[in-house]
């Protein structure tokens, strides 16, 4: 069964700052992984989608990287802004009707 | 672009009640549609899903049914409301691998 993992499961850093969102998954045959946005009491915007034989994808100030092999996946921020601040949530996608497995979320507070 | 709709945004339903929740999607034909739940300090769970009018899959043993009358509708139902149905629901969307959503309903079972 695929499990997916993100730690820590909260983040606080100051405006300016890069950083790194980490996820990993148990079972490395994956059809795609997919980064989403959600801010408090809303539902999930799709922010980066990798198909599984991709490495990385990049939008604007976010590069979502891929490495099957090791069930890993990052999301870099640059220059975090307080816009920024909201729970970040990885999930992947097995390719069975493409039903999606989350983990719980980063959620991250950028500092003014 | 696909956008969902969904509807109401929060409910608060007495223990026994029936309940009724709507999606429908636009900018798209014959999309994946599923029901996930989001409860407090938990990840989203996987409700049901659909690829076709009439066609539902349940993942988990629960008090709630889904149905898909029309090819752009999904309606997730109960006929009688617990306090655990409780939770944040999301209608999602999937066609060409990528997943959208809509922007859920809190309901709240007292």
């Known amino acids: 069964k695929q499990e997916v993992t993100q730690i820590p499961a909260a983040l606080s850093v100051p405006e300016g700052e890069n950083l790194v969102l980490n996820c990993s998954f148990t079972?490395?045959?994956?059809?795609?992984l997919q980064w989403f946005r959600q801010d408090p009491g809303k539902g999930l915007t799709s922010l980066l989608l990798?198909?599984?034989?991709?490495r990385e994808q990049t939008s604007g100030r976010l590069n979502a990287s891929l490495d099957k092999s090791s069930g890993r996946s990052t999301l870099y921020i640059a220059a975090s802004q307080p816009g920024d601040s909201a729970t970040y949530l990885c999930?992947?996608?097995?390719?069975?009707?493409?039903?999606?497995?989350f983990g719980k979320g980063i959620t991250l507070s950028v500092r003014p | 672009s696909q956008t969902i709709h969904q509807w109401p945004a929060t409910l608060v339903q007495p223990v026994g009640s029936p309940l009724s929740l709507e999606c429908t999607v636009e900018?798209?034909?014959?999309?994946?549609l599923y029901w996930y739940r989001q409860a407090a300090g938990r990840g989203l769970q996987l409700l049901f899903y659909?690829?076709?009018?009439?066609?539902i899959s349940s993942e988990v043993p629960q008090n709630l049914s889904a149905s898909r009358p029309q090819d752009r509708q999904f309606i997730l139902s109960s006929k009688k409301l617990l306090l655990s149905d409780s939770g944040f629901y999301l209608c999602?969307?999937?066609?060409?691998?990528?997943?959208?959503f809509g922007q859920g309903t809190r309901l709240t079972v007292v």
């Open positions: 999930a992947v996608d097995t390719g069975a009707n493409s039903k999606l497995t």
């Open positions: 079972d490395s045959a994956i059809y795609n």
């Open positions: 990798i198909q599984s034989s991709q």
């Open positions: 900018g798209t034909s014959n999309p994946n």
């Open positions: 659909s690829i076709g009018i009439d066609q």
């Open positions: 999602a969307g999937s066609r060409n691998t990528e997943a959208f």
